[in-house]
C-alpha cells in the first residue's frame, strides 16, 4: 500500500468533494495503491487486493438521482493530480424507492479525518432532494470504525444482526437537521418519489448491491 505524506493531524481541510464523473474512472482505480487489505475487506466483505473491477464498471451507471458516487479528493500541492482519498455511494432500492444502500470507504491514510461524515452528509443532502428517507447499511460486527462513525451521525440506531452483519436503517432527515436549507421533517410530494407512510413501511435489507461492488 504507497503511503502518503500525513496530511495534517485533526480535520482534513485539504480535501474536497463533488459527485463522480465520467473520466474518473482511472483516478478512482488507482485508490487502490491507498487501501490496505483490512480497508478493502471491510468495505466488500471479500478478500480483494484491489476495488473490484466490476465495482469500478459499476460506477459508470452512477446517474445522479437513483445512483450517485461522491468523490473526496485530495488538493494536495506537491501532487500532479487529484487523489481520490474517499469514495461514498448510494443506490436507490428499485422495490423501495425512498430507500437506498449505503456505502463508503476512506484510504486507510485518511480515515478519522471527518472524510467519511462529510462523504455521508453530503451524500444525504443530495438524497433527500431526490426523495431517499432512509439509507440501508451493512457492516462486520467486528468493523470498530464503522460502527462508531454510524453511532456517531445516527446515535438513535440500532442495527439487526444477520450473522457476522450489523444492517442498519438510517433515517436521512435525522443527520440533515438542523442543517440550513434543508427541512427538519421529510417533505411529501406531489406525484414525487418520497410518501410519509412509506418511511413505516420501510423494512432493513442487505446492502447486496454494495458488498461485492454496485450491481
Ligand atoms: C468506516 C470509515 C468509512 C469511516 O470513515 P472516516 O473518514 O475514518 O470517519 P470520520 O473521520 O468521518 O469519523 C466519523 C466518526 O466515527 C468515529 N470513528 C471513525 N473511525 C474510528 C475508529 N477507528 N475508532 C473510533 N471511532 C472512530 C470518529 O471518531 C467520528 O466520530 P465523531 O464525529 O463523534 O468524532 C472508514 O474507517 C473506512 O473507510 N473503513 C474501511 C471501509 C469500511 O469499513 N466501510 C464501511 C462499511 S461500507
Not at 38 to 57: C, H, V
Not at 176 to 181: D, E, H, N, Q
Amino acid at each position: 500500500m504507497k503511503q502518503l505524506a500525513d496530511p495534517r493531524p485533526g480535520a482534513a481541510p485539504q480535501v474536497r468533494i463533488r459527485p463522480y464523473e465520467r473520466g474518473d474512472a482511472d483516478r478512482v482505480r488507482a485508490m487502490s495503491a491507498l487501501l490496505s487489505k483490512r480497508s478493502l475487506y471491510k468495505r466488500f466483505f471479500a478478500g480483494t487486493p484491489a476495488l473490484p473491477s466490476m465495482y469500478l464498471a459499476a460506477l459508470a451507471k452512477v446517474d445522479h438521482h437513483d445512483r450517485e458516487a461522491l468523490l473526496a479528493l485530495s488538493e494536495k500541492p506537491d501532487e500532479p493530480e487529484e487523489v481520490v482519498v474517499g469514495i461514498a455511494e448510494y443506490i436507490r432500492d428499485r422495490a423501495m424507492p425512498a430507500r437506498a444502500d449505503l456505502a463508503v470507504l476512506v484510504a486507510d491514510d485518511w480515515q478519522r479525518r471527518g472524510i467519511g461524515r462529510r462523504l455521508v452528509t453530503e451524500l444525504a443532502r443530495l438524497a433527500a432532494r431526490r426523495g431517499i428517507a432512509e439509507f440501508g447499511a451493512d457492516t462486520l460486527v467486528t468493523n470498530r470504525p464503522a460502527l462508531a462513525a454510524v453511532n456517531s451521525a445516527w446515535p438513535d440506531a440500532r442495527p439487526e444482526r444477520d450473522g457476522n452483519t450489523a444492517a442498519f436503517r438510517l433515517p436521512v432527515y435525522a443527520l440533515l437537521a438542523g442543517t440550513p436549507g434543508i427541512p427538519v421533517k421529510p417533505q411529501a410530494r406531489k406525484g414525487g418519489e418520497f410518501h410519509p407512510g412509506l418511511h413505516a413501511q420501510l423494512r432493513p435489507g442487505c446492502a447486496a448491491g454494495t458488498r461485492a461492488g454496485m450491481a
